[in-house]
């Protein structure tokens, strides 16, 4: 693989990397940031998993408050999604359903699932209906394969669930990957995700399409496609909802900064469907001591703020920083990111696909802790933890 394709070659399954032992423990945090007690991890389930998810209940009368975490798996040769439920904050979990696609039986391969909750009815779907949005079928044959975000949906708060529709299916043997969901200001069901069917001109770009009725979607469109060069790669995108009814994204841009690779960017909409020009990469996510995160962002809302985790977090000049691996990052509101200590430090990390890759972060409703739940090597096998920790108030140097 060549330095300036990067991760532009990278397949992503669940399939467990078995890489070597884990490196010596990072610095929590850099010089300015105040000491704090690290929090106790807890392992989510003793299985091998990846793209761990976390959600709270909002728009399900009694059950509001209930957290819900998923993540992938295999079992036999089928790849399936585990839902968790939590009813004390996030504290501990207990294995809540199975989401066994057929789509990713028999080697197929399924991964990459957002969990979302409808905050309004859509079509025949009530608010609180619960979403499972995946990728499925990367790993099937290419004379045959043809990848699909699928959609299933819960009437139960994840006990059950039922096949819904597909939101895309690729026109040719390319993958798409990672589909994240929102409901716009004017009630419309969008799905985000990462598409490669477009190599010749976009090695991968972000699109977006939209329904109604959780059925029918429209034609996708551009949502962020580099021009120029083909090889800038723009995914992994995370849509969350603020107070004021604007929305904020998130995403990684890969090979346009070969120093500080896959890069962490940002932008906002008024209505969720309109983002700006395609061609417009956004803003870079730079702290204030200079340092860049990088790779498979996730937010989370805190009291106003925006919480972002990241896989890494290097230096202006490219090397991993003190905190590489085990820190967040919040924005008030002006512009600024400030670093804290993240509840589940991974050491290590240096993007390989296991360790801290697409964590999932969900801040407490007073906005004063957050929980994480991300993804490190035990003997070799790729598991899901879970801790919380707290977001810190007024002024972080």
Request: net charge negative; proline share 6%; with cysteine.
């Amino acid at each position: 693989m060549s330095p300036v394709a990067g991760r532009a070659r990278r397949t992503y399954s669940l399939t467990m990397r078995r890489i070597s032992s884990l490196a010596a423990a990072l610095l929590l945090v850099g010089a300015a940031l105040p000491a704090a007690a690290t929090p106790t991890r807890t392992l989510l389930d003793d299985v091998g998993s990846s793209y761990p998810r976390v959600i709270r209940l909002e728009h399900s009368g009694a059950a509001n408050g209930t957290v819900l975490a998923s993540i992938g798996t295999r079992i036999d040769d089928h790849a399936v999604g585990l839902v968790y439920r939590s009813t004390d904050g996030g504290k501990s979990f207990r294995k809540l359903s199975t989401v066994a696609d057929p789509a990713g039986v028999s080697g197929q391969g399924a991964c990459c699932a957002a969990l979302y909750e409808l905050p309004r009815r859509v079509g025949a779907l009530a608010k609180g209906t619960l979403l499972w949005a995946s990728t499925a079928g990367m790993d099937a044959p290419k004379g045959v394969r043809r990848v699909s975000q699928r959609l299933w949906r819960s009437d139960d708060h994840g006990a059950t669930w039922t096949y819904l529709s597909d939101i895309a299916v690729s026109p040719n043997h390319e993958p798409g990957w990672e589909p994240e969901l929102a409901v716009t200001e004017d009630g419309w069901l969008a799905a985000y995700y990462s598409d490669e069917s477009e190599r010749s001109q976009h090695d991968q770009k972000l699109v977006k399409t939209r329904t109604r009725d959780g059925i029918t979607w429209t034609q996708p469109q551009d949502l962020i496609a580099h021009e120029g060069d083909r090889l800038v790669r723009p995914g992994m995108v995370g849509v969350r909802r603020m107070p004021d009814g604007s929305y904020f994204m998130v995403y990684e841009v890969c090979n346009n900064d070969l120093l500080r690779l896959c890069g962490i960017y940002w932008r906002t909409s008024a209505d969720g469907w309109d983002w700006g020009a395609a061609d417009d990469l956004g803003t870079q996510v730079i702290t204030v001591h200079d340092r860049y995160p990088r790779h498979t962002p996730t937010i989370t809302i805190a009291d106003g703020a925006v919480v972002l985790a990241s896989e890494m977090l290097v230096e202006a000049d490219g090397r991993h920083a003190p905190g590489n691996g085990a820190t967040l990052m919040i924005n008030r509101g002006d512009g600024e990111w400030h670093e804290f200590p993240a509840p589940v430090p991974v050491a290590g990390v240096n993007n390989e696909g296991c360790r801290n890759f697409s964590p999932s972060i969900l801040a407490s409703p007073d906005g004063g802790e957050v929980l994480q739940v991300t993804s490190d090597l035990d003997g070799g096998v790729c598991k899901t933890y879970h801790a919380t920790g707290p977001i810190p108030r007024g002024t972080i140097g």
